[in-house]
C-alpha cells in the first residue's frame, strides 16, 4: 500500500482540530462515572461543570480547553506499508501548521530561549512526532495528542535505588500526584515509567498517561501496581481540581521496560482530565477517523 503524502498532511491538520474538539467517549464514561461515585459536594459540583463543559464545547464545535497544548503525533507504520519517513514528518509537520493558520487556533509553542511565538504550533522539534511499526498489515495509523502545559508540567523524574524495590516506587508516585494537586487539573491520568534509561522511563510514562482507560499495562507486575496505586492515589482527597474529593484520578496506568541491575528508574507524567487524542487509520479501503 502506498500512502499519498498529500492526504497524511490533511489528516494532520484534521486530526489536531479533532482532537482539541471532541473528548474521546473512554474520557466522558470516566468523568460521569467518577460523578457518580462522588462523595463530596464541592468535588459533584465541579465534576458536574466539567461535563457541562464537555457538552458546550461539542454542541458548538468549540474547544474543550484553550490550551492548544504542545503538538504530538505517533505513527504507527504496518507490514506492506511504503512511505517516504522524511516526506512523512514533512506531511505531519505542513498539516499542523495549517490547522494552526487555517482554522485557527492559539499557538501555545514558543521558542525556548527568546520565546518567540511563530503563530504555527510548531518550532525546533515541534510537533513531536514518534515514528515505529507495527504487525498489522496495510495499515497505517497516526495518532494526535494535543498536551496541555498544566499536565506537562506535572513530569518527574527518579534514579531509585534498587534495594529499595517496589516500595520506592509506590512512594514516587503518591507523593508526585500531591505534589501536583490541581495544577494539573484532576481529575487525571498518572502515567508511570518503570525501567528502562533515564530517557526511555520517560517516554514510558507519556505513553502510560496518554491511553485509553480501561486499558492495562502488558506486563502482569505493572497492571497488578497499576491496580494498587489508582486505588492509594484516590485515597489522598486531592480531588477535581485540587478543591478536595474522592476523584484524584481516573487511573493510575503503568508501562514497564527491562533496565540495568544497578537502576530502578521511575518517571510520573500527569494527563488533565481533557484527555484529548484523535486517531486517522490509513488502509487500502480509505481513512478512517476515531479515537
Request: hydrophobic share 40%; charged share 20%.
Amino acid at each position: 500500500m502506498n500512502i499519498d503524502l498529500q492526504q497524511v498532511e490533511e489528516a494532520a491538520k484534521e486530526l489536531y482540530i479533532r482532537a482539541l474538539k471532541i473528548l474521546p467517549p473512554d474520557i466522558k464514561a470516566g468523568i460521569a462515572a467518577l460523578a457518580q461515585r462522588e462523595t463530596d459536594a464541592t468535588a459533584r459540583t465541579i465534576l458536574g461543570t466539567m461535563i457541562r463543559n464537555i457538552s458546550v464545547a461539542e454542541d458548538t464545535a468549540n474547544l474543550l480547553c484553550q490550551d492548544t497544548g504542545i503538538p504530538i503525533y505517533n505513527v504507527a507504520i504496518g507490514r506492506g506499508v511504503n512511505v517516504d519517513g522524511y516526506g512523512l514528518k514533512q506531511a505531519i509537520r505542513a498539516g499542523c501548521e495549517r490547522a494552526t493558520r487555517e482554522y485557527p487556533l492559539r499557538s501555545s509553542v514558543v521558542h525556548p530561549v527568546t520565546r518567540r511565538n511563530e503563530h504555527t504550533s510548531c518550532g525546533r522539534g515541534v510537533p513531536v512526532i514518534h515514528i515505529d511499526f507495527s504487525d498489522i498489515d496495510e495499515t497505517l495509523e497516526i495518532e494526535m495528542i494535543p498536551k496541555g502545559s498544566g499536565s506537562e508540567n506535572s513530569s518527574w523524574l527518579k534514579m531509585a535505588v534498587p534495594a529499595d524495590g517496589v516500595d520506592a516506587i509506590k512512594t514516587f508516585v503518591v507523593d508526585c500526584v500531591l505534589e501536583s494537586g490541581g495544577k494539573s487539573c484532576p481529575p487525571t491520568i498518572v502515567g508511570v515509567g518503570v525501567g528502562g534509561t533515564a530517557d526511555l522511563c520517560v517516554h514510558l510514562a507519556k505513553q502510560a498517561a496518554t491511553r485509553a482507560l480501561g486499558s492495562r499495562c502488558a506486563d502482569p507486575e505493572g497492571a497488578q501496581l497499576e491496580q494498587t496505586l489508582s486505588v492509594a492515589v484516590n485515597q489522598l482527597g486531592v480531588g477535581p481540581q485540587g478543591l478536595g474529593g474522592d476523584a484524584t484520578a481516573f487511573a493510575v496506568h503503568i508501562e514497564t521496560a527491562a533496565t540495568h541491575i544497578t537502576m530502578n528508574p521511575v518517571a510520573v507524567n500527569m494527563q488533565c482530565h481533557s484527555a484529548r487524542r484523535a486517531r486517522a487509520t490509513f488502509t487500502p479501503r480509505g481513512i478512517e477517523y476515531g479515537f
